[in-house]
């Protein structure tokens, strides 16, 4: 049974980066995307990007490109989301997710708990 | 960027009763069109993929259809557990997800 596993809450001020991880375990690592999607309070939801780990290679959405890195241990089945130069507006809940199957990124089967980041001075 | 449109945006009724939610993409997205429910302080879950494949362990009485620009999630009998927003999301070109629909007891 495939679980995602988030690191904790994080606050940060304006101007900060943030980094956090999202360790996988119950299933293939490597040939499977790890997808980020962003949650603001009371909004809805937005894809960041993805990675497949064996390809190394992340793709982002235009909106983040520039200020998210997206990276992925193989040693340590642990996908990584790090986004700069934050503000307010980045205060959000950031899930990782996994799709249902290897060449299925995009169904988001597999979801972690959340890891809720608040952005304040 | 494909833009999917929900609708309405809150359902309000009771629960045994049939609920349809909607969903309108800008462009064609041919079946490539998932459905999530999310409740207060969860991660979404996985309803429908393809316009109509239901996830593992979804119940019966959700199914989805549509395919192209126009995509229904029905809930054929709404059970107690069923109140929650409901998501769709694309990926045709990208990932892009709706705005929601809340489904919430009348």
């Known amino acids: 049974q495939v679980q995602l596993v988030q690191s904790g809450t994080e606050m940060k001020k304006p101007g900060s980066s943030v980094k956090v991880s999202c360790k996988a375990s119950g299933g293939s690592f490597s040939n499977y995307g790890i997808a980020w999607v962003r949650q603001g309070p009371g909004q809805g939801l937005e894809l960041m990007g993805a990675?497949?780990?064996?390809?190394?290679?992340?793709k982002y959405a235009q909106k983040f490109q520039g200020r998210v890195t997206i990276t992925a241990d193989e040693s340590s089945n642990t996908a990584y989301m790090e986004l700069s130069s934050l503000r307010s507006e980045d205060t959000a809940v950031y899930y990782c997710?996994?799709?249902?199957?290897?060449?299925?990124?995009?169904?988001?089967?597999?979801w972690g708990q959340g890891t809720l980041v608040t952005v304040s001075s | 960027e494909i833009v999917l449109t929900q609708s309405p945006a809150t359902l309000s009724l009771s629960p045994g009763e049939r609920a349809t939610l909607s969903c309108r993409a800008s462009q064609n997205v041919s079946s490539y069109l998932a459905w999530y429910q999310q409740k207060p302080g969860q991660a979404p879950r996985l309803l429908i993929y393809d316009a109509s494949k239901r996830g593992t362990g979804i119940p019966a009485r959700f199914s989805g259809s549509g395919s192209g620009t126009d995509f229904t999630l029905t809930i054929s009998s709404l059970a107690p557990e069923d109140f929650a927003v409901y998501y769709c999301q694309q990926r045709s070109i990208w990932a892009t997800f709706g705005q929601g629909t809340k489904v919430e007891i009348k």
């Open positions: 990675i497949i780990p064996i390809f190394s290679t992340a």
């Open positions: 997710a996994r799709g249902r199957g290897r060449g299925d990124l995009y169904n988001f089967a597999y």
